[in-house]
């Protein structure tokens, strides 16, 4: 592709160089370069692009996009400057792959909790509704049955530039995919076009990186704020900033809820460990996922279902049959009768929802005992919180190991106890290794007892000091209670 067709809408403020040369690739890690690339010098949180032109000229680029030119100019470089290489990475991303957001209907999701119930509940729904769909998700990305492995809730520019561009390619319809706060801050969705946005909630995370809740909720806002008026913004109205979501987008607005008026709503009728009987907008519909928190994701994807037009009766009887995420409220039963329920809730908001919805659903004598940890190098005054609510829920709690990334787990560990009250320390147990954790919590379980492992959910690994180990939640209890 030729510099002048990628350059087509982007805000240029000075060229130095030919616009016809060559464009083979687009890149903004300089080690991935090769001959006839474009580069794209960006300012992140680790390092700064700019700081690696020449090795990226060294590796082949012919192109390079950066905001202040260098003091050497080399003849055979063009060099396009612009004020925001990362906004301006993802508009070359797409005009290089072909704008391939418009070739489909793309419905970003967004909120702490429940982005990826619900993207992975739109792509099970509307494929069986018989699209061909994709999904980017947390746990994995597809293209119809095809699983491409996830490295991020929402990935770079150019890597999700190209599987949308394999998504056209390959005749999907629609695309369901997680918009992270940090994606949104950080540009990677800039130059997409979105049929919809989903607001699922928004509660206490990620303020390691925001640095203050109110500039959280201004990153989720920004997503709506971006969508034109073709498209529709779909918020859960029962979250306190749900309304917040809707003050400026162009988009059509709509609601949903289970308490307040909502343009879609919804009502439990029946609880139990498989399942739940759901009146939605006047229809009643048992689906086989669980919890006040499951009612509102499941809403949210009827809502957004009937704004992209398919017929009522036919999306309840598909959501009917379909089955949530991975990781997500994933239940095991032993043969002696232990209930194990997996869940990747890791925001007090979550762990509170899962314990809830426990607590309403066990029966007398039913003990509830959590498996709990934190992550390092992450948001740490969520940590005393999440421990509060477990206690607080449970009867009995062992608090352990998640990924402590570059952290000391013991450290992490003491973050968390700081939520314990001293009349609660004697149904508190710590135990740092996280396999002997849930190996423990299930040699305390008497037949019928609860055993919520709780944070990691889908992951199959456990990463220490920059390594990644094998480490599956679900797999270690189903071991432990085929010993028992």
Same mark, same amino acid.
């Given at each position: 592709m030729k510099l002048r067709e990628l350059l087509h809408a982007i805000p240029v403020q000075q060229l130095e160089g030919i616009l016809e040369v060559e464009v083979s690739s687009v890149c903004f890690d300089s080690r991935k370069v090769s001959a006839n690339s474009l580069f794209v010098a960006v300012r992140g949180v680790q390092t700064d692009g700019h700081l690696y032109l020449d090795k990226a000229i060294e590796n082949g680029a012919t192109v390079l996009v950066l905001d202040t030119l260098?003091?050497?100019?080399?003849?055979?470089?063009? =060099?396009?400057?612009?004020?925001?290489?990362?906004?301006?990475?993802?508009?070359?991303? #797409?005009?290089?792959?072909?704008?391939?957001?418009?070739?489909?209907?793309? /419905?970003?999701?967004?909120?702490?909790?429940?982005?990826?119930?619900?993207?992975?509940?739109?792509?099970?729904?509307?494929? #069986?509704?018989?699209?061909?769909?994709?999904?980017?998700?947390?746990?994995?990305?597809?293209?119809?049955?095809?699983?491409?492995?996830?490295? +991020?809730?929402?990935?770079?520019?150019?890597?999700?530039?190209?599987?949308?561009?394999?998504?056209v390619d390959?005749?999907?319809? =629609?695309?369901?995919?997680? /918009? #992270?706060?940090?994606?949104?801050?950080?540009?990677?969705?800039?130059?997409?076009?979105?049929?919809?946005?989903?607001?699922?909630?928004?509660?206490?995370?990620?303020?390691?990186?925001?640095?203050?809740?109110? +500039? =959280?909720?201004?990153?989720?806002?920004?997503?709506?704020?971006?969508?034109?008026?073709?498209?529709?913004?779909?918020?859960?109205?029962?979250?306190?900033?749900?309304?917040?979501?809707?003050?400026?987008?162009?988009?059509?607005?709509?609601?949903?809820?289970?308490?307040?008026?909502?343009?879609?709503?919804?009502?439990?009728?029946? #609880? +139990?460990?498989?399942?739940?009987?759901?009146?939605?907008?006047?229809?009643?519909?048992?689906?086989?996922?669980?919890?006040?928190?499951?009612? =509102?994701?499941?809403?949210?994807?009827?809502?957004?279902?009937?704004?992209?037009e398919q017929e009522t009766m036919k999306v309840l009887t598909a959501m009917s049959d379909i089955a949530g995420a991975e990781g997500r409220f994933d239940v095991v039963r032993s043969a002696n009768g232990l209930v194990g329920i997996v869940d990747y809730a890791h925001t007090p908001d979550a762990v509170e929802n899962v314990l809830s919805t426990i607590r309403e659903l066990r029966k007398s004598g039913q003990q509830i005992i959590t498996v709990l940890g934190c992550g390092g190098d992450r948001d740490k005054t969520k940590r005393p919180e999440m421990a509060e609510v477990a206690v607080r829920l449970s009867d009995k709690v062992i608090i352990t190991s998640d990924n402590p990334r570059t952290e000391d787990p013991m450290a992490i560990i003491r973050d968390m106890e700081a939520g314990v009250d001293s009349k609660d320390r004697k149904h508190v147990f710590t135990i740092a290794e996280r396999k002997e954790a849930i190996r423990a919590a299930c040699h305390l379980a008497q037949p019928g007892d609860i055993v919520l492992v709780a944070g990691k959910g889908h992951e199959k690994y456990q990463e220490v000091n920059g390594v990644r180990h094998h480490f599956d939640d679900k797999e270690i209890l189903i071991e432990t209670f085929n010993e028992q």
């Open positions: 260098p003091e050497q100019l080399q003849a055979e470089v063009t =060099y396009v400057v612009v004020a925001d290489t990362s906004y301006v990475l993802g508009l070359l991303a #797409s005009n290089f792959y072909g704008d391939p957001s418009k070739g489909l209907k793309l /419905v970003g999701i967004t909120g702490t909790n429940g982005k990826t119930t619900i993207a992975t509940l739109l792509f099970n729904l509307f494929k #069986s509704l018989g699209y061909h769909v994709g999904l980017l998700s947390t746990v994995e990305n597809k293209i119809g049955d095809r699983v491409i492995p996830a490295t +991020h809730t929402t990935p770079d520019p150019i890597a999700l530039n190209m599987l949308l561009r394999e998504m390959e005749g999907c319809d =629609y695309c369901f995919m997680e /918009v #992270s706060s940090h994606a949104v801050v950080q540009q990677r969705i800039a130059g997409l076009r979105f049929a919809g946005g989903i607001f699922s909630n928004i509660t206490h995370d990620h303020l390691d990186f925001h640095g203050t809740f109110d +500039h =959280y909720i201004k990153a989720k806002k920004k997503f709506f704020d971006d969508l034109d008026r073709f498209a529709f913004a779909l918020t859960n109205i029962d979250d306190r900033n749900g309304s917040v979501m809707l003050q400026n987008t162009f988009a059509h607005k709509k609601t949903y809820g289970l308490k307040n008026m909502a343009d879609f709503k919804a009502k439990i009728i029946e #609880s +139990h460990l498989d399942g739940m009987l759901l009146q939605v907008d006047g229809h009643e519909v048992w689906v086989k996922l669980v919890g006040g928190f499951n009612a =509102y994701n499941l809403l949210a994807v009827y809502g957004a279902a009937i704004l992209l």
